[in-house]
């Protein structure tokens, strides 16, 4: 994915100056925050999943569900919201998953989800924002 031009695209000083150590590692360098550390494993409300990098939107709310796996999980993305490519690191291979629009390092799909989608979208909380309904 480095070599690809994406609509958000900025220097790597740019990328450390506007996100945190943790987003920055996880989604510029292809990091993988603790499981369970991240506050929204318990996020419950309507709303939507933005990329902390670029605020594009990736999840609706109705599509997160608990994997009990350590991490945010989502059934679906939305169409057009996310990228995949083949991660072989760490002795195996697993499918990737990347914001479309700043090419950030979200998590990995698995094809073992509960619902009829069969996907299990399990990405790092400290990629992601939470954006509430607005009632």
């Known amino acids: 994915m480095a070599d690809k031009n994406f609509p958000v695209a900025k220097s790597e000083e ?13 989604l510029r360098q292809h990091g993988t925050e603790r499981p369970g550390s991240s506050p929204l494993n318990a996020e ?15 999840f609706e709310s109705d ?3 608990d ?11 939305l169409e057009g ?12 291979t697993r499918t990737e998953v990347h914001c479309a629009k ?15 989608t069969g996907l299990r ?7 992601l924002s939470f954006a509430p309904e607005k009632s």
């Open 121 to 127: 979208y399990c990405m790092n909380g400290a990629a």
């Open 44 to 58: 419950a409300r309507k709303g939507e999943y933005l990329c902390a990098g670029c605020g594009g939107k990736l």
């Open 102 to 116: 700043c090419g950030g390092h979200l998590g990995h799909v698995f094809p073992d989800g509960p619902t009829a």
């Open 81 to 92: 919201a996310t990228e995949t490519s083949v991660d072989s690191s760490h002795f195996m």
């Open 63 to 65: 599509t997160k569900f």
């Open 14 to 26: 740019e990328w450390r100056k506007d996100l945190n150590p943790e987003q920055y590692r996880v």
């Open 67 to 77: 994997a009990h796996c350590g991490w945010p999980s989502f059934d679906k993305a």
